[in-house]
């Protein structure tokens, strides 16, 4: 059945001169992060400058797309109308084997299954206009 | 050198306007409402103001405008503060030292917000307010507001610990039980265990009954010296100590800053400056945004060990006649939401003794504390009806 509801879109990111390898990595299938080049560290979401040494000569590198749930809700409030058909649905915290945490949603799994440190790995999903965003499914 | 500042200031005068979900003037006409109320609470006249610190809520629409507004026009103290839900209690810390450097008499401290204006309560805080590169990420996923962030730290804190729901719950509970004695509250019907069960999610593991309600209105007090203080005409709640505490949450492996607030750093401030230990608090005004937010304070503070809030609060501890008196006014939960001037204005008056049928009958040391971000910001306040801890 489809409704009004359904036609409706969600909210799409909009790739900017910061995020653009994230994205173009989504698109790829991989999940691109912004790492400091000096000290090395992750810097998710990407940041102007590293949290760390404060160096601003920053690079992007692959992660391996593997990690674990950190904490997850199931949303039940309305917000916005491009989710009005998934209610209830999962927002998650996933923390990466190389240590950075993403907020995602969990993907191939029903609500009631999740568990707090079950492992999971990356999917990468159109949001619309061919802008792809990781999600994650169990591993 | 340092000078020891407990007991030095206190605060004389509060104005609360009417907390309602109604339309009751813009945010301006509030704020200066809540002015007004404080001005006239403490004896003072306008003229003898001479400090102003403005901190705006989610509606951002008062700043150093207020000056004009409110026709001040000999300020010698002036600045529209951000520490998030934190900053009612940074304003009284900067006033605080501001009148004991000689920079200022009496400061003004006020919080004004009007987010109802029709349609659902969290609407202004569940606005996307951008999609531009990383920032458009959380509304992709369909996390909205700061219900969500809360939520999801309380899941880890249950996964972590086995907090239950029946813990969050007499969170909820003694809060109301609390709101029934305080005209104020704007939850006022009793509320039992199994009414928070049955409230409808917000967000698993969150219950409506979790979460704050949303109020428009304002709160505004006065800061002056303790010896100015006497000479008026409210009983002075003195500032007896102040800390802040701003982990700073870098998201990522080896942080658990979802179940460690700022009052871990703020805490020993605070309570060395006022001389005091966990044994000398009589009663509790705790930022309570979520259930989970006092639960996680009470551990922080030292009341209970970490992880072992959720069995603290069990069996009435928290509430009328317990041993430890949390959010005597209701909190945020039932009382009003006034960001940290909920715990505040509450700590004001039970450090007073005007707190009528909800009065804490021993109220010689009042912890305050104010929380902003996703647990990221805190603010300690400790006062008391006395200008010393001795």
Known sequence: MTTAAQTQPKPVPEPDESSQEFFDGAKRGELMLSQCNECKAWLHPAAPVCTECMGNDLGWAKASGRGTVFTFGVMHQFYHPGFTHELPYNVAIVELEEGPRLNSNLVNIANEEIKVGMPVKATFVDQGGGVFIPKFEPA | ?390
């Open chain 2, 1 to 390: 050198m340092t000078t020891n500042m407990s007991g030095k200031t206190a605060i004389a005068g509060l104005g609360i306007t009417e907390m309602t979900r109604e339309y009751i003037g813009t945010t301006e006409q509030v704020a200066v409402q809540a002015i007004r109320m404080a001005i006239e609470d403490a004896g003072l006249a306008k003229d003898d103001i001479d400090g102003l610190l403005v901190n705006a809520g989610v509606t951002n629409d008062i700043s150093i405008g207020l000056q004009k507004t409110a026709g001040f026009r000999n300020l010698r103290l002036m600045n529209h503060m951000n520490a998030a839900g934190s900053t009612a209690g940074q304003m009284v810390h900067y006033a605080a030292l501001a009148i004991e450097a000689g920079m200022a008499n009496a400061v003004v401290c006020v919080f004004a917000d009007t987010p109802l204006r029709g349609g659902s309560a969290g609407a202004a805080y569940g606005q996307i307010r951008n999609t531009r590169g990383m920032a458009g990420m959380g509304p992709a996923y369909g996390f909205f507001g700061a219900n969500t962030g809360y939520a999801l730290a309380a899941r880890r804190h249950m996964a972590t610990y086995g907090t239950t729901h029946d813990q969050l719950g007499a969170i909820a509970v003694s809060n109301r039980k609390w709101a029934e004695k305080n005209p104020r509250a704007m939850q006022r019907k009793p509320m039992t265990l199994e009414d928070y069960h049955n409230s409808r999610w917000i967000i698993e593991p969150f219950h409506l009954f979790d979460c704050t309600l949303v109020s428009n209105g304002a709160v505004a007090l006065i800061v002056t010296s303790a010896e100015r203080a006497r000479s008026l005409k409210q009983p002075p709640a003195y500032i007896l100590g102040m800390g802040q505490g701003h982990p700073g949450n870098p998201g990522r492996a080896g942080f658990e800053n979802e179940m460690n607030t700022g009052a871990q750093i703020a805490r020993g401030t605070a309570f060395g400056m006022a001389g005091i230990d966990n044994s000398d608090v009589d009663v509790c005004e705790f930022y309570d945004c979520y259930t989970y937010t006092t639960l996680v304070t009470l551990e922080d503070y030292g009341f209970a060990p970490k992880g072992e809030g959720g069995a603290f609060v069990q069996n009435g501890r928290i509430e009328p006649g317990g041993e430890l008196p949390v959010n005597t006014g209701g909190g945020q939960l039932s009382g009003y939401y006034m960001w940290g001037m909920t715990p505040l204005s509450e700590g004001i008056i039970q450090a007073r003794g005007q707190g009528g049928d909800r009065q804490v009958e021993k109220h010689d040391c009042v912890l305050v504390s104010m929380q902003g971000g996703l647990l990221d910001f805190h603010a300690t306040l400790i006062l008391s009806p006395h200008a010393s801890n001795n």
